[in-house]
């Protein structure tokens, strides 16, 4: 539009009016291609702000073609506003204002290089305050509905990776973790490490106190999980009271270690449910994950350590190194 209108002055030779349009018209485009090009809009604004505002006090000063160039001014509050945001747009536009009631008003119009009647600057400056107002309001609505739409977004993006009951991470946002762990160990051919931790007799601890409190201890326990690992280690609640943590930069003697500790500790607190209280074991099977194994195959080797605690007494921890050490022992 711009541009159009720097056309138009040309052919009219006002080359002044022409040469400020043109002049505006690279800015608009500079700043578009900055941000394009760097993704960096506070520059860019900033720039697109300051040769508009110029632009349109140099309408005001000039009139324009046929003293119709101060009309123009009612772009600066949405684009301000927008460009700028709620506090430093408002800013922006007071500053034009101001600027602009001087150079209407500074001597009677002695600054400007046309005339206009005093009714008109001033129904200029009202209109051009309620159009601000009303942007204000707008682009105050806008945030308000954005902000709204974000935390929304956040909240159901947390419900997609988060269980319910404990706030561990669910089997699905696991899943990706441990791809990413996955991916990382490839390059760098490290190893992580899986520990796939069971309850045991949860079924009882339901028959005795309520599924309730069952409920209990499992978002008791998800607590003192988080607690017992270190901040890269990652805890999920793989299936009902089945746990899966990823430990990175692990390999089989730490994990195992860390599983040790886990189920030592565990075994020694007190759950509280209501007046009674009541103490749970674990059994743990630990495998490595590496990039010479699938993820799949880690996960059902962690699975196979579990269900070979379980078989061997539960309250103990699995894996490929105890049970070679059992087997050593037998022989
Ligand atoms: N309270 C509660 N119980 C759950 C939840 N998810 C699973 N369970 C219970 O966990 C119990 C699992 O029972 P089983 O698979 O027989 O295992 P177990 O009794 O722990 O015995 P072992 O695993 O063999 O030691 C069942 O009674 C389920 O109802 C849950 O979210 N809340």
């Given amino acids: 539009m711009t541009a159009i209108m720097g056309g138009n002055a040309l052919i009219h030779d006002n080359y002044l009016l022409a040469s400020s349009l043109l002049l505006a018209c690279i800015c608009f485009y500079g700043g578009h ?35 119709t160039g101060p009309l123009w001014i009612y772009i600066i509050p949405p684009v301000a506003l927008f460009l700028g945001g709620l506090s430093v747009g408002l800013f922006n536009i ?30 200029l400056i009202y209109s051009f305050l309620t159009v601000t107002f009303l942007s204000y309001c707008y682009e105050y609505s806008r945030k308000l509905s954005l902000n709204n739409i974000k935390e929304l977004s956040e909240k159901f993006e947390k419900m997609a990776k988060h269980d319910a009951l404990t706030g561990l991470s669910n089997r699905r946002d696991m899943m990706d973790k441990i791809q990413i762990e ?23 601890v339901n ?35 089945e746990f899966l943590f990823l430990l990175p930069d692990a390999n ?29 074991t674990l059994s743990i099977g630990v495998s490595t994950l590496s990039e010479n194994r699938s993820i799949t195959d880690s996960i059902g080797k962690a699975d196979k350590f579990l269900y070979k605690a379980k078989q061997n007494g539960r309250n103990q921890v699995c894996s490929s190194k105890s049970v070679a050490l059992n087997k050593n022992t037998t022989n």
């Fill in 33 to 67: 291609f900055y941000l394009k090009t760097t993704q960096h809009h506070k520059e860019p604004a900033t720039g697109v702000l300051i040769a508009l505002s110029s632009l349109m006090l140099y309408l005001i000063y000039s009139g324009g073609v046929d003293n």
């Fill in 252 to 280: 089989l003697n730490s994990a195992e270690a860390a599983a040790e500790n886990i189920r030592e500790k565990i075994a020694d607190i007190q759950f509280k449910i209501g007046k009674s209280s009541t103490k749970i």
């Fill in 182 to 204: 996955y991916a990382r160990i490839s390059r760098s051919h490290n190893t992580a490490c899986l520990l796939l931790c069971d309850i045991d007799h949860f079924k009882q």
């Fill in 94 to 123: 007071f500053v034009f204002i101001s600027l602009a009631i001087l150079l209407m008003f500074y001597d009677n119009g002695a600054l400007l290089a046309t005339e206009y009647s005093v009714s008109f600057k001033l129904r």
């Fill in 207 to 241: 028959d005795n106190y309520g599924h309730e409190a069952g409920d209990i201890i499992l978002t008791q326990l998800s607590t003192h999980f988080k607690n017992m690992v270190r901040q890269q280690d990652v805890v999920s609640r793989w299936g009902g009271e």
